[in-house]
């Protein structure tokens, strides 16, 4: 892997600082025949690795004098297609910490390439854990606070962030199923009591049979990466641009899908995030009124779409008038409550669901079914939500 990672960041990177753990793989040479590399050797002296990893990203960057620091895994690439220029302008606009969007790279065989990986393997899962500071000036930060793996981080200082993040993580980790296996097996052996004990890195204590439907899983939710390959033709603003889309909508609503999801719930996922990422293609509703599977067999012709439908509702859909599902005629309720186009409805009704005052279809009675059910509205309920649950 180090060849990749040289190949890559030789382009942007003025200097490295590696901290090695023991490589006995032949990395040790590689590493000391670069003429931009200093290398570090470092002991795992107490009961955690992961703990001693997070540390070391906490404190090496610390008293640099360089305008940019990167902290990262050999496996983990830093993209942008025009990194210099875009840290520059970001150095001008007075940004100090920049922030990924994450993905999990997805090959069925490891790549004997002398390309750029992000050329050779252009899909991708996107993966959340990914999403981290990645990049920040030294001189700016007073501490990173990083999480065990480095997956959070809770930067003090002098910190502006850009308006929305422009910067891939590119995770090379997926990269056929025998190098996943030999891999994790390797990284295990650095693992220690606390480790296992947090559950940190439990991947690497799979069998061979957990890692490769794992890799199977991945593959099967891996499409084409914004900016990479087929979609390379993508400006960087526009590589988080469904997620940012859907988040300004308004139309995941958080409570109602982890309460309708607790799976969601019990993993602590962001139900937004988990809805743009794995949500629609598993079916589920980003909120009672908008029917996902609906939606994509009706406007598309099949039952799985090759988009996120609400961001193709959001985009397209509310201004042809289209419905998210049979429980919302779009139409008839911006015609009835004078919404301009440009304007969402479904936001609208979505806001005032609970107010017994707006019904979603002109066939329902939302005032006199309140008065017949005044519970409805002192439990701050949606009446025609609680209508079609309970005449089922």
């Not at 025998?178 to 220690?192: N, Q, V």
């Not at 289209?322 to 409550?337: E, I, K, V």
Request: net charge negative.
């Amino acid at each position: 892997m180090l060849p990749h990672f040289f190949r890559h960041y030789d382009r942007f990177v003025n200097h490295y600082f590696v901290y090695d753990n023991g490589s006995t793989d032949g990395s040790l040479s590689i590493l000391k025949d670069h003429p931009r590399v200093t290398l570090f050797h470092f002991e795992t002296t107490g009961d955690s690795f992961v703990e001693e990893e997070r540390r070391l990203g906490d404190t090496i960057w610390q008293g640099s004098e360089a305008d940019w620091a990167i902290v990262t895994d050999i496996d983990e690439h830093i993209y942008h297609p025009d990194l210099s220029t875009y840290l520059q302008q970001c150095s001008e606009g007075g940004v100090t910490a920049i922030a990924s969007i994450g993905y999990e790279m997805v090959s069925d065989r490891f790549p004997i390439t002398a390309d750029l990986l992000f050329e050779a393997i252009t899909t991708g899962a996107r993966s959340t854990g990914h999403d981290r500071l990645c990049i920040f000036n030294p001189k700016a930060l007073a501490e990173t606070n990083f999480s065990p793996g480095r997956h959070t981080a809770k930067p003090t200082g002098r910190i502006s962030w850009p308006d929305h993040p422009e910067v891939l993580l590119l995770h090379f980790k997926q990269l056929g199923k025998s190098y996943l296996i030999e891999r994790s097996a390797e990284l295990l052996k650095g693992l220690r009591s606390r480790d296992i004990q947090q559950g940190w890195g439990t991947q690497y204590t799979w069998n061979s049979d957990e890692i490769i439907a794992n890799w199977k899983k991945l593959d099967a939710l891996s499409g084409p990466v914004p900016g990479l390959g087929t979609l390379k033709h993508l400006p960087p603003d526009q590589y988080g641009e469904e997620e940012r889309v859907v988040r300004n909508s308004g139309l995941v609503e958080a409570k109602w899908y982890l309460a309708t999801y607790p799976d969601v719930e019990s993993a602590a996922i962001d139900p937004l995030l988990h809805f743009c990422i794995h949500g629609w293609r598993e079916g589920r509703r980003p909120n009672f009124y908008f029917d996902t599977e609906w939606y994509c067999l009706t406007y598309f012709g099949a039952k799985d779409c090759l988009r996120n439908p609400l961001y193709d509702y959001i985009l397209r859909g509310e201004r042809e008038d289209l419905w998210p599902s049979p429980h919302f005629d779009t139409g008839w309720y911006r015609a009835t409550h004078r919404i301009p186009y440009g304007e969402s409805p479904l936001q609208h009704y979505l806001r005032r669901s609970q107010s017994g005052l707006v019904s979603p279809i002109p066939e329902f009675d939302v005032i006199g079914y309140c008065h017949d059910h005044p519970g409805i509205l002192e439990a701050f309920e949606d009446p025609f939500e609680h209508h079609s649950k309970n005449t089922r």
